[in-house]
């Protein structure tokens, strides 16, 4: 709790590192911010391709479906890849202010939330093209996005403290995350997971994130909340951890960097 004060009390500090990052992500490019709205579609075009076409998955508005699945994932993907380094790219700030530095991992965990709340303008349209019924499952939405948000927060912490000792972790995470990805059911459904491997991908805190933001999109239901409330639980002791960790290793950043 006081170090949420101690952040709280730096928000002013926050905001500008979360529009910074924004700034920058594409900063130098022609197409700028529109890359938000434009990188979830050149996906979906490709993996619409191998899955709908070549794999021949039969699922009606499967496009649909694999849409919903990579707009939610790319808050992940992003925030671990960019959070990774969010420590060693500041160390200018690190070595010579005091500022909490979890601020650092925050601000792009906060940037990756605003682009996925974007990347909606783009989402819905889809959904309704492809006469995706919408309903009162998306006020579960800001639950699902709050407890997402929090398992995410608590990753980025770790490996932007860790990725300061062990440099190669970076690396590491981009194969792990892709790994991840085939992991989860984004371009599959739950139903296709045979019956015997069904309890181990559950473990998978993904696995019930991605069921919840399919069932308030694609199916317009309520999320299954007991599977939830025990992926929020483990968000939150991960986020513990995660901060303890944080605090303990922060101390040598600037001889470290």
């Known amino acids: 709790m006081e170090k949420i004060k101690e952040i709280i009390s730096y928000r002013q500090m926050l905001e500008s590192m979360v529009l910074t990052d924004l700034r920058t992500r594409y900063k130098g490019s022609f197409l700028g911010f529109f890359w938000t709205l434009l990188n979830p579609l ?4 490709v993996y619409s391709l191998v899955f709908k076409y070549v794999v021949r998955i039969s699922l009606e508005n499967y496009t649909a479906y694999l849409f919903i ?5 790319n808050l992940l993907s992003q925030s671990l890849t960019s959070g990774a380094t ?3 790219r500041n160390a200018g700030l690190v070595k010579k202010i ?6 650092l991992p925050l601000s792009v965990v906060i940037g990756g939330i605003i682009n996925f709340s974007l990347s909606l303008l783009v989402l819905f ?4 093209f492809s006469e995706v019924e919408l309903g ?10 709050f407890i997402y948000s929090m398992f995410t927060l608590a990753l980025t912490i770790l490996v932007a403290c860790l990725n300061v000792y062990f440099r190669d972790l970076e690396h590491i995470i981009g194969v792990v995350i892709m790994a991840w990805f085939y992991l989860t059911p984004i371009v599959f459904t739950s139903d296709m997971i045979p019956e015997g491997l069904r309890t181990v991908f559950k473990l998978n805190p993904m696995t019930t994130i991605m069921e919840g933001f399919h069932s308030v999109f694609f199916y317009n239901k309520a999320p299954d909340l007991s599977s939830l409330g025990f992926t929020a ?15 303990k290793l922060s101390r040598n950043f600037a001889e470290e960097i």
Do not use: T
């Open 69 to 73: 699945g990579i707009i939610a994932w």
């Open 233 to 247: 639980i483990v968000a939150l002791i991960l986020l513990v951890i995660s901060f303890s960790i944080f605090k």
């Open 136 to 145: 009162w499952s998306l006020l579960f939405l800001p639950i699902i996005l």
């Open 86 to 88: 969010s420590v060693i």
């Open 42 to 45: 050149l996906m979906l075009a």
């Open 125 to 128: 349209p889809v959904l309704i």
């Open 98 to 103: 005091y500022f909490p530095k979890e601020i």
